[in-house]
């Protein structure tokens, strides 16, 4: 076996072991919430927008338009979004975080930073930005391939 596909094996098994290590904390983490890892999902997609319109979510996402409804009618009974058609184009719909669902963004993304922050605490300080530039280069190329980008 070649170097090339030597190194793609070993990427390709720890690139499977860490999604689902990464699924398991993910569905920790909801289940600590009392929510679900799609509705997780999309109000981090709120990150750093206060207002998103359903067509972005949706392809921010890669569900379908009927997963996304139910999924945003489950944070709106929550108190966390709302739902309104935009008045300049009535065929788009806005989708808006409540000042609840703003902190519990927030309180998302910490609990998100604090669990990486973890797994970056068995690794050299001096690997760190290595690490992190390697993983952008992956998910580069993985859109890249698909035709994301």
């Not at 076996?1 to 990427?11: F, G, L, N, P, T």
């Not at 058609?85 to 808006?96: A, F």
């Not at 690794?123 to 580069?140: D, F, N, T, Y």
């Amino acid at each position: 076996m070649e170097v090339i596909e030597q190194q793609a094996s070993r990427v390709a098994s720890l690139t499977l072991e860490l999604l689902a290590g990464c699924q398991e904390e993910e569905e920790r983490l909801a289940s600590r919430f009392n929510a679900s890892v799609p509705e997780i999902r999309t109000l981090r997609m709120f990150l750093h927008e206060q207002q998103l319109t359903v067509k972005a979510l949706l392809g921010g996402m890669g569900i379908s338009g009927s997963r996304l409804s139910r999924i945003l009618e489950s944070l709106e009974e929550k108190g966390y979004v709302t739902r309104s058609i935009d008045p300049e184009d009535r065929r788009s719909i806005d989708v808006c975080l409540t000042s609840k669902g703003s902190v519990f963004v927030r309180t998302l993304e910490e609990q998100y930073l604090q669990v990486h922050e973890k797994l970056l605490e068995d690794i050299p300080e001096s690997l760190h930005a290595s690490l992190a530039e390697g993983l952008e280069r992956m998910v580069h190329s993985l859109r890249r391939s698909s035709g994301k980008t």
